[in-house]
């Protein structure tokens, strides 16, 4: 059974420029979280989408994004990029986004902007 | 807003040994569920071990065990047995009950487990 796949693996961007992460969760899984890891502030919470919707939205400006496909892929962007936005961002599915289901995470994608 | 505290950022064990890792949590929720995860330098985080808050037996998983104090709202790990590949950041996660609409996980900033040989 294939993992959570993230794609890049690896990302160099411009300040200023937009970039567009990938997540492809286990089959099956219709829940499909997104966080953002940095030294200084830990892992962060950005959204969690289930069938296509949007339940949470954790507290990143606008410039944050995503959505998810009838596949239950799902995609984040960030538009204008800021030398901040360097970290490592992960995506975890999960069958329902239930608790008691657990939570599989990818091996995320390390963005650098320079 | 809950919070979740890990107050040891880095520890140390020797192999074979036992090492307990600390955690605390804030919330004024009654129904909620409680994460250790594992994030060795591959980067992807592993489930270590879940406990929902409604059960009062502490969650065991092979050479893993939580103690779990609902009042105290502390959840340590301890990890028996020590192997060189436990090394790894440790993290505590939080998540209340989707009642009550947040699907989020909130984390601690994670321990830093090295194993000696």
């Known amino acids: 059974k294939a993992g959570v796949t993230q794609t890049p693996r690896y990302l160099i961007k411009t300040r200023g420029q937009q970039v567009t992460l990938s997540c492809s969760p286990i089959s099956g899984h219709r829940s499909v979280s997104w966080y953002q890891q940095t030294p200084g502030q830990g892992l962060q919470f950005l959204f969690e989408?289930?069938?296509?919707?949007?339940?949470n939205k954790g507290n990143f400006p606008g410039r944050f994004s995503g959505r998810q496909f009838s596949n239950s892929r799902s995609e984040m962007n960030v538009s204008t990029l800021e030398l901040g936005d360097s970290a490592l961002y992960l995506c975890?599915?999960?069958?329902?986004?239930?608790?008691?289901?657990?939570?599989?995470f990818g091996s995320g994608t390390r963005l650098t902007v320079v | 807003a809950q919070t979740v505290t890990q107050s040891q950022p880095e520890m140390s064990v020797q192999e074979a040994e036992t090492v307990t890792l600390s955690c605390t949590y804030d919330?004024?929720?009654?129904?909620?569920?409680l994460f250790w995860y594992k994030q060795p330098p591959s980067r992807q985080m592993i489930l270590v071990i879940r406990q929902e808050a409604y059960k009062q037996q502490n969650a065991t998983e092979n050479r893993f065990s939580v103690n779990f104090q609902k009042a105290a709202k502390s959840f340590s790990l301890k990890i028996s047995d020590s192997q060189l590949g436990d090394a790894a950041m440790y993290f505590c996660a939080y998540r209340p009950d989707p009642g009550a609409g947040s699907y989020q996980l909130t984390f601690g900033k994670g321990t830093k487990l090295s194993v000696i040989p």
């Open positions: 989408y289930f069938s296509e919707t949007q339940r």
């Open positions: 919330t004024s929720e009654s129904d909620y569920y």
């Open positions: 975890a599915s999960s069958p329902r986004g239930l608790s008691e289901d657990g939570y599989t």
